[in-house]
């Protein structure tokens, strides 16, 4: 959130809070509740999840436990942006991706229920990708991967990338995107299936250079594709990496299991 005086927001997400750090290397609780509030206990991963800012450069909240979209208001209260499709409750929304028009594309498996695949209180049988119109209307864009997570467009907003958790098919997809912002054509950009159970992690978060360079997490720390999905270098953390995004003056922010940790880059 802003430039070199800025701060960097992330999610804990047991800990159903989000914390801040600024650039004098202080940490700071800034928001807890963060993605569940009800007064019994909501599994293992109750809190937000992926942050990001919409074009007023408001924060946007992928809550778990309460099972929507949330944007943070001027005066510091909450609105509900999304919390169901064809009047059934979401899962537990994932991660999100603004588009330039203002639309909100967010993933949506069920990583926050209590019981995931098998919890009682679910309600839509698939994991969608989904978008928030302009006039809040919630549409289904598909459900053709078994658990997305990560998304994130590319600069010229075509393609849409998507990471899916799945150890049996660990891989990323480019979406073609339509005229209209529906996805069309599907192309798988690359598949560390091979690498689960011998490195930790799966994909998950991920963020774009202005190049259109794909930085990723998956097994074993940060993996960052050119356009085509070529394998241009891994970032190697040994631990369970989460999540990452730029900050100025190509500093890549990662979360890395129970760390913060940041690398200089020449990317922007």
């Not at 047991?14 to 993605?35: A, E, K, Q």
């Not at 069920?110 to 990708?129: A, M, N, Q, T």
Request: with cysteine.
């Amino acid at each position: 959130v802003g430039d070199e005086d800025g701060y960097l927001l992330f999610s804990d997400i047991p800990r159903n809070s989000i914390f801040r750090w600024d650039t004098n290397g202080t940490i700071s609780l800034f928001m807890s509740p963060s993605g569940y509030t009800g007064v019994s206990y909501y599994g293992l991963e109750p809190g937000s999840n992926g942050l990001f800012l919409d074009l007023q450069g408001r924060l946007c909240m992928c809550e778990h436990g309460d099972r929507r979209l949330s944007v943070l208001t001027e005066n510091g209260g909450k609105m509900t942006l999304a919390d169901r499709f064809q009047g059934k409750r979401l899962n537990s929304p994932n991660d999100g991706a603004v588009k330039s028009n203002g639309d909100i594309y967010f993933t949506d498996p069920p990583y926050g229920l209590p019981e995931r695949f098998s919890d009682p209180r679910r309600e839509i049988p698939y994991c969608g990708v989904y978008r928030i119109t302009q006039a809040g209307e919630v549409e289904l864009l598909t459900k053709d991967i078994e658990r997305p997570n990560g998304i994130a467009f590319s600069p010229d907003e075509r393609p849409l990338n998507v990471a899916q958790s799945n150890p049996d098919q660990a891989n990323w997809t480019a979406f073609a995107v339509n005229p209209d912002g529906t996805l069309g054509e599907a192309k798988e950009l690359y598949d560390a299936t091979d690498r689960v159970g011998k490195e930790p992690g799966l994909p998950d978060g991920m963020t774009v250079d202005r190049e259109g360079n794909l930085w990723a997490s998956g097994p074993g720390g940060i993996y960052v594709f050119n356009k085509d999905g070529t394998l241009m270098g891994r970032l190697v953390t040994g631990e369970r990496t989460s999540n990452c995004s730029f900050g100025p003056n190509g500093w890549l922010f990662m979360t890395v299991d129970s760390y913060l940790c940041r690398v200089q880059t020449n990317a922007k």
